[in-house]
């Protein structure tokens, strides 16, 4: 899957009516991607948590 490009990001918030630059959206896009990696990392342990304690 592609990244989507802080470029394409600013067109679809203008789209929305918000105005942000290029690079407020390449720094917004960065946090969201870290949100997303804690979000998908803490699902993962909780899973493997959830394995180990049914193999008890």
């Known amino acids: 899957m ?3 490009k802080p470029e394409k990001a600013v067109e ?3 789209n929305r009516g918000v105005d942000i630059s290029v690079e407020q959206a390449a720094q917004m896009l960065e946090l969201l991607r870290k949100f997303a990696n804690i979000i998908v990392s803490q699902h993962l342990e909780s899973q493997k948590q959830n ?3 049914k193999a008890i």
């Open 2 to 4: 592609e990244k989507l």
């Open 12 to 14: 679809m918030l203008r």
């Open 51 to 53: 394995v180990l304690r």
